[in-house]
């Protein structure tokens, strides 16, 4: 990590904390916002040109006129859906911006013969042409799904901003109409239709074209998201898939999360020397990596670097989920970025594990009970099963998860019984004391799945937990135990199990002597814990007594730490965009013990 590094190192600082590269998108972007909105404003309501704002709103396109307070809308429309993308750098955003402002002058110098109309336009204009070199960002993966999404967001708008334009009238409206008719004037005009409402003079002739301009913009846009060549998020090929495994072999017992790269919705960068490489996905503008580099120590600033150079291209924010504490000093010196802890991951040494004791009294009782009830355990890699009984587990793993959503992400394979992940463990519990009546389950005697993954040749990860409903509490902890107590016959010396947020705050703020703040803090993870179960997986996991390692998330400012935690919610599965959540059906509470790291059902997510 000598040489040029550091040279690099400073470059992307600059970049990424610099305020130069970020002014002229950032102050653009503000322009084409401000004049959005005075357009919108010209453009609804007929006082805004009568007021003391007269003067400035004057030199806006389209101010006069039905046909220009149409053209006013949707320019002012057009500019607030572009603002983000300048911002970002976004390359066809500064084209959309450099066509549609000529037009505006046009209409400025063709209907109201405003010579100062066109020179706003142009001055707005004149930045975007002389720091075209800004805006360089290449587009984000996108899908057919962003148009229906664009349909029902510019259709609630629509129908919310025309029934402002219909009721901003009110001395020039026929009779009193009813809400009902003014709904239904604005979706007759959305449809270029003439509706109930009446007005005098031409201002019927306004509304009906402001109306028909929505439902066009709205129509178009959503014609072009549908239409456009799709940029789907990159996957791992067979050959990247390759080589992160050769990096693997070698390097995989560092880091327990290693394994996970192996995901396949993941994209990869790989240092130019191909010793080291980052694994990623984008969502919502939001590179995320996950766990720390892949591959040798001493060639991790080039896949960094890589990373880097990748979020630059694109104008992604950059952000790392779940680093341990060697990858945070090395992406923070590298990077300039910072780092803040996001939890601790429990890791139990199989050595000093033993049920014996006070401390795990709960456990060996819970696990001799189950085990009277006439449950049996089986550990075993997964080339060793065969593939009937395979198959079996796989559907009902998928079988038993509680959501329609995969949970997981940076810390969840995704798959079971791959036949290139032969190397994985799988814990299985059984009913065979045929209590179960015949027929009752299409898995036969199988009631609970432990599956974990290889961290390198002498660790295992936890990946999933899933149970049957019908079985008895405490399968989680029977597995785990057993698990733990074969590891020894497959050569494994540690096994990392749940991760658990927060973690720190939660056994410091329980302590005497605790600060305000800190039980406050606490206060409020208690108060989250309703629906993230961030105690519950705490106290889960402390049950095995383990040691505690740091995780953390790494962010380049925190202005960017809301939008990265929506991202990293959103790709753990935690937030989608389905049926609404009120619309989707709720699956039933579960006791703590049936929460697991990558459950990606309705339990929980041991790590996030």
């Avoid at 590094?5 to 503000?30: C, F, H, K």
């Amino acid at each position: 990590m000598s040489g040029e590094v550091p040279g690099r190192s400073q470059v992307i600082r600059r970049i990424l904390r610099g305020p130069r590269p970020e002014v002229v998108p950032a102050l653009i972007a503000r322009a084409c916002t401000l004049v959005g909105v005075l357009d919108v404003a010209a453009g609804v309501f007929p006082r805004f040109r009568n007021s003391r704002m007269h003067r400035l709103a004057e030199v806006l396109p389209g101010a006069l006129g039905p046909f220009a307070a149409a053209l006013s809308l949707s320019v002012g429309i057009l500019l607030l859906l572009l603002a983000h993308g300048l911002r970002r750098r976004k390359r066809r955003a500064w084209r959309a911006a450099v066509l549609l402002l000529p037009a505006g002058a046009v209409a400025q110098f063709a209907y109201r013969h405003s010579i100062i109309g066109v020179l706003i336009s142009v001055a707005l204009l004149l930045p975007l042409l002389l720091h075209r070199g800004e805006f360089v960002a290449l587009p984000d993966p996108r899908s057919r799904w962003r148009a229906l999404a664009n349909f029902v967001l510019m259709s609630a708008g629509s129908l919310g901003l025309g029934l402002v334009i219909v009721s901003v009238h009110p001395h020039r409206t026929v009779g009193d109409p009813s809400l009902s008719e003014r709904i239904a004037h604005v979706l007759y005009g959305l449809l270029g239709f003439e509706g109930p409402v009446d007005y005098t003079g031409n201002t019927s002739w306004t509304v009906g074209f402001s109306l028909g301009a929505l439902g066009l913009l709205t129509a178009v846009t959503t014609i072009y998201l549908a239409f456009r060549p799709e940029h789907p998020a990159a996957r791992l090929t067979e050959e990247d898939e390759a080589r992160l495994r050769a990096l693997l072999a070698k390097h995989g017992g560092r880091d327990s999360l290693g394994h996970f790269a192996l995901r396949r919705d993941k994209a990869v960068v790989f240092s130019p020397s191909g010793k080291a490489a980052v694994t990623y996905r984008v969502v919502s503008g939001v590179m995320l990596a996950s766990g720390d580099p892949i591959g040798d120590v001493e060639a991790w600033p080039g896949a960094i670097e890589r990373f880097m150079d990748e979020a630059k291209a694109h104008s992604w924010t950059p952000a790392v989920l779940g680093c341990s504490e060697t990858g945070g000093e090395v992406w923070t010196r590298e990077t300039g970025l910072d780092a803040l802890e996001l939890g601790d991951e429990a890791v139990v040494d199989v050595a000093g594990f033993s049920l014996a004791g006070r401390a795990m009294r709960n456990v060996r009782q819970m696990v001799k009970r189950i085990e009277r009830a006439g449950y049996e355990t089986r550990v075993r890699r997964i080339r060793d099963l065969g593939e009937g009984e395979l198959e079996r587990i796989r559907h009902a793993a998928e079988d038993w998860r509680g959501t329609d959503t995969e949970r997981g992400f940076s810390m969840a394979l995704g798959r079971i019984g791959d036949p290139a992940d032969g190397d994985c463990l799988i814990a299985t519990a059984h009913r065979v004391d045929g209590q179960d009546e015949a027929g009752s389950s299409p898995y036969g005697d199988l009631k609970a799945i432990l599956h974990f993954v290889p961290w390198g040749t002498k660790g295992a990860s936890l990946d999933l937990m899933r149970r049957d409903r019908s079985a008895d509490p405490g399968m989680n902890e029977l597995l785990i135990v057993a698990a733990l107590q074969a590891a020894p016959k497959f050569g494994i010396e540690h096994v990392s199990l749940n991760f658990a947020n927060f973690r720190s705050a939660l056994a410091r703020g329980e302590k005497i002597g605790a600060g305000p703040v800190l039980r406050m803090w606490r206060s409020l993870l208690l108060f989250l814990s309703r629906w993230f179960q961030i105690e519950s997986l705490y106290k889960f996991n402390a049950k095995f007594q383990p040691r505690w390692e740091p995780r953390f998330v790494i962010y380049a400012s925190s202005r960017d730490l809301p939008r990265i935690g929506l991202a990293a919610m959103r790709a753990e599965g935690f937030v989608n965009v389905a049926l609404p959540h009120l619309l989707r059906r709720r699956p039933r509470s579960t006791p703590p013990c049936a929460h697991a790291r990558a459950d990606r059902g309705a339990e929980a997510t041991g790590r996030v």
